[in-house]
C-alpha cells in the first residue's frame, strides 16, 4: 500500500509540473479571450503541444469585432494532436495535458488519437467532453491552481 501511495505520489508531482509547463505554453497563444496550452507526453517525453489559435498562415487574431473567437480558431489540443500525428511519433497510451477542461470536439480527437489518460486545470462550461472522455475509459484527472500549489 505504501508503495502505491508512493507512485500516486510521484504521478501526482509530475502531473503539477507538466500542467505548469502547459500554462507557460499558453502564453504563446494570441487569443484575447483565453489562453490554452496542451501537452502530450509518453513515456515522460513531451511528444507534442499545441497552444489555440488561427491556423498556419492565418493572421494571428483569434477574435472578431464582437470579441467571440473566430469559427476556425483551433484549440490547443487539436493542435497538439495534428503536431503530433504529421511527426514519427504516435499518442498511443499517451497523456495530454490541458490548461483547460477538453471540449466535446477536441474529446472526441483525443479518443480517436489513443490518448489514455487527460489531466487539466480548469473547468469548462459545459461537461459533456469529460463525460465522453469518461464514457470512452479514459482516465480523467482535474488538478485545480490550488492542488497544484500543495
Known amino acids: 500500500m505504501k508503495k502505491e501511495n508512493n507512485f500516486e505520489e510521484k504521478q501526482r508531482e509530475l502531473d503539477r509540473r507538466y500542467l505548469r509547463m502547459a500554462r507557460i505554453w499558453a502564453e504563446n497563444s494570441y487569443c484575447e479571450r483565453r489562453k490554452v496550452?496542451?501537452?502530450?507526453?509518453?513515456?515522460?517525453?513531451?511528444?507534442?503541444?499545441?497552444?489555440?489559435?488561427?491556423?498556419?498562415?492565418?493572421?494571428?487574431?483569434?477574435?472578431?469585432?464582437?470579441?467571440?473567437?473566430?469559427?476556425?480558431?483551433?484549440?490547443?489540443?487539436?493542435?497538439?494532436?495534428?503536431?503530433?500525428?504529421?511527426?514519427?511519433n504516435n499518442s498511443t497510451g499517451a497523456t495530454i495535458y490541458i490548461t483547460a477542461a477538453p471540449c466535446l470536439e477536441c474529446s472526441k480527437l483525443i479518443i480517436q488519437s489513443k490518448i489514455i489518460r487527460v489531466v487539466y486545470e480548469e473547468e469548462y462550461r459545459l461537461r459533456d467532453g469529460i463525460d465522453l472522455l469518461e464514457r470512452a475509459g479514459i482516465e480523467v484527472v482535474c488538478l485545480s491552481a490550488d492542488e497544484q500549489t500543495h
Open 37 to 88: 496550452g496542451a501537452l502530450i507526453v509518453k513515456n515522460k517525453m513531451i511528444i507534442s503541444d499545441g497552444y489555440n489559435g488561427t491556423p498556419s498562415g492565418f493572421e494571428n487574431i483569434c477574435e472578431d469585432e464582437n470579441n467571440q473567437s473566430k469559427p476556425y480558431v483551433l484549440h490547443a489540443e487539436a493542435n497538439a494532436i495534428t503536431k503530433v500525428a504529421s511527426s514519427t
